[in-house]
């Protein structure tokens, strides 16, 4: 089994920044990829950005240029460093694990933004 902990969410005010981290545990394997999600209310989940195990990356238009995300290997830890927030960026981030056999999703963190 797997098991994904966020955290780092919170309320912060336009312009401002957020830092969400996720540690993984149990059965990890060494070829994955993690990434972040977000859902924000009457919305599908969409990809914010992933990066693979070998640091290549990949981000939505939307967070190009905002949002950094990196991870440590050694610590099954990815980090979404998330910069210059826009209202539209309030939603419920979801970290997720990509490896051969099940996907596995965190339980998700609020991040609210307001003007």
């Known amino acids: 089994q797997v098991q994904l902990v966020e955290s780092g969410g919170g309320l912060v005010q336009a312009g401002g920044s957020l830092r969400l981290s996720c540690a993984a545990s149990?059965?990890?394997?060494?070829?994955?990829?993690m990434g972040w999600y977000r859902q924000a209310p009457g919305k599908q989940r969409e990809l914010v950005a992933t990066?693979?195990?070998?640091?290549?990356?990949n981000y939505a238009d939307s967070v190009k240029g905002r949002f950094t995300i990196s991870r440590v290997n050694a610590q099954n830890t990815v980090v979404l460093q998330m910069d210059s927030l826009k209202s539209e960026d309030t939603a419920v981030y979801y970290c997720?694990?990509?490896?051969?056999?099940?996907?596995?999703w965190g339980q998700g963190t609020q991040v609210t933004v307001f003007s």
């Open positions: 149990g059965r990890i394997s060494s070829t994955n990829d």
């Open positions: 990066i693979t195990n070998g640091g290549r990356t």
């Open positions: 997720k694990l990509d490896q051969p056999g099940p996907d596995y």
